[in-house]
């Protein structure tokens, strides 16, 4: 079982329709949870972070968590063409480290 | 808006050759960290270092790597001997504590013949 599981994609949709990107984790144990951005030959961007059961909305986006189910998710409402991303989530597990474990990303495609 | 800054933006080396990746982490961050992607693939954890000392190494990290951080503002990760399946993209990240936010720099990306 992968630590983080995603689903690659392409996930399209069209310009302002509700993009939905989920992501779950294997350790129960996992304490921050982040969706980060990546456009093709760029770094991480940081979209969102969460770290307890529910929503969290900023702007155009919202993440949700349910520990319980391990499964986190971001919608991305009104998506614009700009959007088109590899969509990355990142769990930070139970540890002193802070090591980031990644899914492999969903890529994320807007057709205007 | 403070940023993590890594040098250079492109390297190329030959095998066997040793490299240095430099980075200037965000300047109130305690934690660093070295992260790498080869193309194509998921973004895979390095090590991360803390009060002047690794707090975790993954299993990629062996002892042909070595972080250090020379004075108050650099860390730098070390390649002694290159090897082909070392060519992909190294990130640098910081962060204010051990679960919080993570900023990447831009990245080097390592390119070994």
């Known amino acids: 079982q992968k630590e983080v599981e995603q689903n690659s994609g392409p996930l399209s949709v069209p310009e302002g329709a509700i993009a939905s990107l989920n992501c779950t984790y294997s350790?129960?144990?996992?304490?921050?949870f982040f969706w980060y951005r990546q456009y093709s030959g760029k770094s991480p961007e940081l979209i969102m972070s969460i770290y307890s059961n529910g929503d969290k909305e900023d702007g155009r986006f919202t993440a949700q968590l349910n520990k319980a189910s391990q499964y986190v998710s971001l919608l991305i409402r009104d998506s614009q063409p700009s959007d088109s991303a590899t969509y990355l989530c990142?769990?930070?597990?139970?540890?002193?480290?802070?090591?980031?474990?990644f899914g492999q990303g969903t890529t994320l495609q807007v057709k205007p | 808006e403070p940023e993590v800054t890594q040098t250079p933006s492109h390297q190329v080396t030959q095998m066997g050759q040793e490299v240095i990746l430099r980075c200037v982490p965000i300047s109130n961050h305690l934690y660093f960290y070295w992260y790498r992607q080869i193309l194509g693939q998921k973004v895979e954890f390095l090590v991360s270092?803390?009060?002047?000392?690794?707090?975790?190494k993954s299993e990629i990290f062996d002892d042909q790597f070595s972080v250090e951080r020379p004075d108050g503002s650099n860390f730098t990760l070390k390649i002694r001997s290159t090897k082909l399946e070392d060519s992909a993209m190294y990130f640098c990240?910081?962060?204010?504590?051990?679960?919080?936010?993570?900023?990447f720099g831009a990245g080097t990306r390592l390119s070994v013949l």
């Open positions: 990142a769990v930070n597990r139970a540890s002193n480290t802070g090591k980031l474990i």
């Open positions: 350790d129960r144990g996992s304490q921050s």
């Open positions: 990240a910081s962060s204010d504590g051990r679960g919080d936010i993570q900023y």
């Open positions: 270092f803390y009060n002047n000392e690794i707090s975790e």
